[in-house]
């Protein structure tokens, strides 16, 4: 530490650059007491040694980059610690400098703020994209919990893009494209729209060079021609409100061009054809004022219909409000006009960082954390998550889900909104509310009528949710749920019964190949002395508990055989003999393949059993059953091809399943039936499945439009080979029908 911190050999001339930009940040410093100026100051000194001797790729010392960084943070008047930890937040990732080292100069505080937005390059992942999605989640996590971390994380993304230029070529697609996917979406949600665009623009400079050189002349080109255009409409609006005495702010604005390029390239326009580049903001004194600018500004020019959006009664997610409206000016150009309160308007442009603002306005020198003002539901939702996704990638995966800027507004039945990403689905809906009313949806209204699960809402709708007792989450909502809390509590919960069932499973088999072993039942989990010969099995075979080792074997990890041999020679240690009796009945019994221990198939939702797709086995096929690795037992019919293949590689992960004398719900069988081509000849196949008491899992037709006969393939759902055998005779008997048989 001490050899780290020792002055280096450096030019007076780097030194004194490096002292100049820490001046300037210090003139920024006048809302801090002497008290808070000094922590800076001893960070800047602290990082400045911890630095020495390192560059950035335009050979300007590295300092210069955590000073740009605090100096953005300083805009948004951020507290004295989270400025410390942004001069010093890459001493620990670049300069071997430890937390503990931190901790030792600087509060508690300061050090949790940097070890959160350490990268951790010090680990080893199999992948970059593992590095990069587990970097991402610990700095998520740590925003979580205290949102000063990302608005630093923020400051020192804006400041490498504004300086990506130096950095080799190959290397701007890779970080243009995380800012664009990552940083950017973070910025909107958190309401710093001024750093969302700034990002988006940067990232779009160096991620597509070519267009946004192209663009930036147009747009140029359009603004000599436009710039009289709106200095009369600025005046004019001027002129309106002042002369109804409402005292306003009136400032003219241009879209951004990466706003422009997505707009062209997602509704395949022209330059030509995006006719509102420009827009003017309004800022009045108080919300009564923004209506009233309103109403004057609509009976001065013809608002365009459908342009209106009331984002102060229904806040965006990020709590952005304004009036946004677009009218038709001279010309009969389109101009989108944004009237809002002075209040909103720092909202709008620092988002979470106002909240630093606010409080400094107020006189309040308190050192709380920002998460205690603010609404950080969205904050505490990657909590949440991270809860139920221990893996970094699909951790990363539902907060991207969760980004998207494009939000939708909808009202519980009570008439309280909310807020969902573009695209949410009623089961979306369902979990926003209460994960118990997610877990236990049967069915949704949207505006009192009755529509599917996985219908996508819409701004205004009124959404009420139908829940029963005994339902649970289906695995196929993960197919169309959008918002990454759903998910997550929806693999949660399928995860916890799958292990669940596979304890139940794992049990079942180890007990039937004991038997084998000639010992009755397993011991129990509870006594002295069963303990001890459980915990010398886990020892053996690696498990740090019996439920884990018995999830193994459910799920076909471990094989039961070779478990049960090991326990029953365990059980022989302390004196427990097999039975020859029940050596004797077993070996007989698995001979006559009725083996007492034999899986019941009985058709209960069990996340570790699954029917095979390839021979698709229903009641009364003889069956086998297959421990697939990790995948829990798959039933096969005897007669499968993929089944007696796997015998021949596999004997041992064979077990006896039999079929349940009543199973509780009828199986998926696929058939194929060969037609005659004609009008009306699918109608009719279809009413003789409907007539057979069949449901229709999914159709296939193939291609033959031209020719006399096509074959129609069909996976229904039926009882058993009986009453599928009733279903193929009613279709031989069809009109059109030449040929019925299972596939």
């Not at 509102?276 to 500004?297: E, M």
């Not at 039999?658 to 194929?672: K, N, Q, Y």
């Not at 039926?718 to 019925?740: E, F, W, Y």
Request: hydrophobic content about 40%.
């Amino acid at each position: 530490m001490s050899a780290l911190l020792a002055p280096g050999t450096q030019p007076p001339a780097v030194d004194a650059a490096a002292a100049a930009g820490f001046a300037a940040l210090q003139t920024r410093l006048d809302y801090l007491s002497g008290q808070e100026r000094e922590l800076v100051r001893r960070a800047y000194c602290f990082a400045e040694q911890a630095h020495r001797g390192q560059w950035r790729k335009n050979g300007e010392p590295y300092i210069t980059h955590p000073i740009a960084v605090a100096a953005q943070c300083a805009e948004w008047k951020l507290d004295a610690p989270a400025l410390a930890a942004a001069l010093l937040h890459d001493a620990m990732e670049d300069c071997g400098i430890t937390k503990a080292d931190l901790l030792g100069q600087f509060a508690p505080v300061v050090a949790e703020l940097v070890d959160g937005l350490t990268k951790l390059d010090k680990l080893q992942f199999t992948t970059r994209e593992e590095n990069q999605a587990e970097s991402f989640r610990k700095m998520l996590l740590a925003m979580a919990r205290d949102a000063r971390v990302i608005l630093i994380k923020l400051a020192d993304r804006t400041h490498n893009m504004r300086t990506l230029g130096d950095m080799p070529r190959d290397k701007w697609g890779r970080i243009s494209a995380e800012t664009l996917e990552i940083y950017a979406p973070i910025a909107h949600r958190l309401g710093l729209n001024q750093t969302y665009r700034e990002l988006q623009d940067l990232a779009f400079r160096h991620l597509k060079p070519w267009r946004y050189s192209v663009l930036a002349k147009a747009v140029g080109k359009a603004r000599q021609r436009r710039r009289e255009l709106i200095l009369k409409v600025q005046q004019e609006v001027e002129t309106v409100l002042t002369g109804a005495g409402l005292a306003a702010r009136v400032i003219g604005r241009e879209k951004t061009l990466y706003s422009i390029y997505r707009r062209m390239d997602g509704q395949r326009l022209s330059f030509a054809q995006v006719n509102d580049l420009y827009g003017v903001r309004v800022v009045v004194p108080g919300v009564i004022g923004c209506y009233t600018a309103l109403g004057l500004l609509h009976q001065l020019y013809k608002p365009a219909p459908g342009r209106f959006q009331d984002y102060i009664a229904m806040p965006k997610v990020n709590g952005y409000q304004s009036l946004h409206t677009t009218l038709v000016g001279p010309a009969s150009v389109n101009i989108e006009f944004q009237i809002r309160t002075e209040q909103m308007d720092l909202v709008a442009e620092a988002g979470v960082a106002a909240h630093w603002l606010y409080r400094q306005s107020a006189g309040s020198k308190s050192q709380g954390k920002g998460e205690d003002e603010l609404d950080a539901r969205w904050l505490q939702s990657l909590l949440d998550i991270q809860n139920e996704t221990r893996d970094a990638a699909e951790f990363l995966d539902h907060v991207k889900g969760d980004l998207a800027p494009d939000g939708i507004y909808v009202f519980t039945p009570k008439g309280q909104i909310v807020a969902l990403p573009q695209g949410a689905t009623a089961v979306d809906y369902a979990y926003a509310i209460h994960s118990d009313m997610g877990d236990h949806t049967v069915a949704a209204k949207v505006n009192a009528e009755q529509v599917p699960l996985r219908t996508e809402l819409t701004n205004g709708d009124v959404v009420e949710i139908i829940t029963a007792p005994v339902s649970t989450p289906n695995p196929a909502w993960l197919g169309f749920v959008r918002t990454g809390r759903a998910r997550s509590k929806i693999r949660h919960y399928l995860k916890t019964l799958a292990q669940k069932e596979s304890v139940t499973l794992g049990e079942k088999l180890l007990a039937q190949a004991l038997r084998s072993e000639g010992l009755d039942r397993l011991p129990a989990a509870g006594g002295e002395q069963t303990q001890t010969i459980w915990e010398r099995l886990q020892r053996i075979t690696g498990h740090r508990s019996r439920e884990e080792l018995l999830t193994d074997i459910g799920l076909g990890k471990r094989v039961a055989s070779i478990v049960a041999k090991q326990l029953a020679a365990l059980l022989l240690a302390e004196g427990i003999k097999p039975d020859a009796i029940t050596l004797t009945r077993e070996r007989f019994t698995e001979h006559e393949k009725i083996s007492q221990g034999a899986v019941v198939l009985d058709g209960a939702d069990n996340a570790s059993i699954q029917f095979a797709t390839c021979c698709r086995p229903i009641p009364d096929d003889p069956v086998v059953g297959y421990l697939g690795h990790g995948e829990g037992l798959v039933v096969h019919t005897e007669n499968c091809g993929v089944a007696r293949r796997l015998k021949q590689k596999d004997a041992e992960r064979f077990i006896t399943v039999v079929w349940a004398d009543e199973p509780v719900r009828p199986f998926a069988a696929a058939i194929a039936v060969t037609v005659i081509n004609g009008k009306g000849v699918l109608a009719r196949v279809a009413s003789a499945l409907a007539a057979a008491e069949v449901d229709i899992v999914h159709m296939g037709m193939a291609d033959e439009s031209a020719q006399d006969t096509t074959e129609l393939r069909f996976v229904i759902a039926v009882r058993s080979r009986d009453h599928l055998k009733h279903v193929l005779r009613q279709l031989r008997r069809t009109p059109s029908v030449l040929r019925a048989a299972r596939s």
